[in-house]
């Protein structure tokens, strides 16, 4: 027979080996959708959680040589990091050697009007050649240049594409469209790609600014070399001896600025360089290794309660491999016709896990994952589909080769045998894959039981205020109409009214923050006087709250009394402090009547930092 021949014979063969796979499986359903639902479980969960560590932590930024970029901090010698000030920046990007190149970003929460309508925002206000730094340009338009950091440009903005999906509509005819704010008037002059929003602010960053355009109201906070918040240093470094350099440099920096101003920098004496990918997922990597770890154990499971499967269909199927063999069919043929049935059944399971896995991926997108970093470019890519792709071809390899051993000649021809040796090794096979599974299933349960146990505590414990039918609504009021003092004042009044006027509300409050986890600028209190430089005082956050606020989320008050209206007018206003700020004054008796100073922390006021005194 020529080579061709041959071949097209082989072919033949494998579509009628196909054709005969499909009719078995077709004549024994049970067995094929218990093949398939298993193994559709097992590597659905694996291809949805390797899709989260792809993209969260394998793939790289989507920046241009995105490992040379580094976020800089200030290093307290407790091994502490915190935030750079504006005027710190400043001098590191004048004084330090070896970077390719440094920017900064200011973090700014913008109220704003259109011709259409009026919103929200939360912005960056950037350095000259952020864009630059980080590599990467404008979907739509284009990015911020020098010469919309020149004095007097017009107000050029770049928003980001959730703005731009949210607020306009996908619009192409964005650009040119202004956003007018209290102080200034901003031009959009390009939309970023959806995978862009750094800096992230814990909430999604929409649009940045050139620095020179940051309204006036904010250059108080920004120009304080103590304002060490709402701000991100990131810096270009290359490899091997520049890198040296440039932390050699940074450092020496860093305890020049210590000495110069210790004041503000007692004990801050040293900087610290985080890779960005780092800072970007912040302790995700070992999370998502653990769980990826957790559904590789379950897939192990599928295999293992599959393994019992196959074994027991091959001796079932005995009688036809030795009937196959009689009539003829050599060894080789009967092998492959198990391959591709296998095959078969695993291919359908993996294409029922990627469908498990792309729908499980949109639904955790949108729902509980939604505030993890570039959850965006979440999906089922060439790497999660070669990863499927192989999950499969494995598994098929390894229940194949499991099944081939039925088709050896001595228990094919020793199919009338009741017992011997090709018995008892089967025996011994299905026991000891029976005590793997009881002892894996011991370690899920134990795992499922622990996990369940953390769970509870963590419901459980109390966070200081009733959380149930309690609903927060942020207000932003519109600019210019309420930039004023009484106009803001007027509303705020108006909306107390009006919701408690509403069927079901029992009780209502204002706050310039939720009652959970810190929030806020962090001040110094000094006790008895107001906070002065070079004083070590604890540091603390501090809330505006309303009359009834704390009745409101239904908190205890340990000692005194709740804010009431008369105190709302007063040069010296009251003070309600935490059981941790009470402690250091000597509990919540000792701690009434005392005087405490802080800073006035709304950065977005002339009198950002000022004294506060109040009494508690």
């Keep these: 027979m020529k080579p061709e021949e041959r071949h097209l014979a082989d072919l033949g063969g494998v579509v009628g080996d196909m054709a005969h796979a499909w009719r078995v499986l077709r004549h024994r359903p049970g067995f094929a959708v218990a093949v398939v639902l298993t193994l559709g479980l097992g590597i659905g969960a694996n291809t949805a959680v390797f899709s989260l560590v792809e993209t969260l932590v394998l793939r790289p930024l989507p920046y241009e040589e995105s490992e040379e970029l580094y976020a800089l901090f200030e290093q307290h010698e407790s091994g502490q990091r915190r935030l750079p000030s504006y005027p710190t920046f400043q001098d590191w990007s004048r004084e330090v050697d070896g970077a390719v190149g440094m920017a900064f970003a200011r973090g700014v929460p913008i109220t704003y009007e259109t011709e259409g309508h009026s919103g929200f925002l939360l912005g960056s206000f950037v350095t000259d050649g952020f864009f630059d730094l980080l590599g990467v340009n404008a979907e739509v338009g284009r990015v911020l240049v020098a010469e919309d950091y020149r004095p007097g440009a017009d107000g050029a903005v770049v928003i980001s594409h959730r703005a731009w999906d949210r607020w306009f509509a996908a619009d192409p005819g964005v650009l040119g469209t202004s956003l007018v704010t209290a102080e200034m008037a901003y031009t959009v002059v390009g939309v970023m790609p959806r995978s862009f929003s750094f800096p992230d602010w814990g909430a999604d960053n929409d649009l940045w600014i050139p620095m020179s355009q940051l309204p006036p109201s904010n250059q108080a906070a920004l120009n304080q070399r103590g304002f060490n918040a709402d701000s991100r240093i990131v810096a270009r470094v290359r490899g091997g001896p520049t890198f040296a350099q440039f932390q050699t440099s940074l450092g020496a920096v860093a305890g020049s600025l ?59 199927r005995r009688q036809e491999y030795a009937v196959r063999a009689a009539l003829g069919a050599r060894r080789g043929r009967i092998i492959r016709q198990v391959l591709i049935e296998t095959l078969l059944l695993t291919s359908l399971g993996g294409v029922l896990g990627v469908l498990l896995a792309s729908w499980g991926i949109g639904w955790a997108g949108a729902g509980v994952l939604a505030d993890f970093p570039r959850i965006g470019e979440l999906g089922v890519n060439g790497a999660v589909l070669a990863l499927a792709a192989t999950l499969s071809v494995v598994t098929a390899l ?219």
């Design 258 to 316: 210590a000495n110069a101003y210790p004041e503000l920098s007692s004990g801050w004496t040293s900087a610290r360089l985080v890779p960005l990918k780092e800072l970007e997922i912040q302790g995700l990597r070992t999370q998502l290794f653990t769980l990826w770890a957790a559904v590789l154990l379950v897939l192990l499971m599928c295999c293992l309660n599959l393994a019992n499967l196959y074994l027991v269909r091959g001796s079932a």
């Design 398 to 616: 390894a229940f194949a080769l499991l099944s081939v051993r039925r088709t050896q000649g001595r228990f094919v021809y020793g199919t009338v045998r009741a017992s011997g040796p090709g018995t008892r090794r089967t025996a011994a096979l299905l026991s000891g894959i029976q005590a793997a599974q009881v002892g894996m299933t011991f370690v899920l349960l134990l795992g499922a039981w622990l996990f369940g146990e953390t769970l509870v505590k963590l419901i459980r414990v109390e966070p200081g205020y009733d959380p149930e039918d309690l609903l927060v609504v942020p207000i932003h009021p519109p600019s210019p109409a309420y930039d004023g003092e009484e106009a803001v004042v007027g509303l705020y009044a108006r909306l107390l009214e009006a919701v408690r006027a509403v069927p079901g509300v029992t009780s209502v409050a204002l706050t310039n923050h939720g009652p959970g986890g810190l929030a806020g600028v962090p001040t110094p209190v000094a006790v008895d006087h107001a906070p002065t430089e070079g004083e070590d005082e604890p540091t603390a956050y501090y809330r505006t709250v309303s009359p009834g606020y704390f009745s409101t989320i239904r908190t205890r008050v340990l000692a005194g009394r709740e804010f009431t209206e008369d105190d709302l007018s007063g040069a010296e206003g009251p003070m309600i402090v935490n059981g941790t700020l009470a402690a250091r004054l000597g509990g919540p008796q000792s701690a009434l009547g005392r005087t405490l100073g802080v800073r006035k922390a709304a950065s977005s006021r002339a009198d950002f930092g000022e004294p506060l005194l109040g009494r508690v």
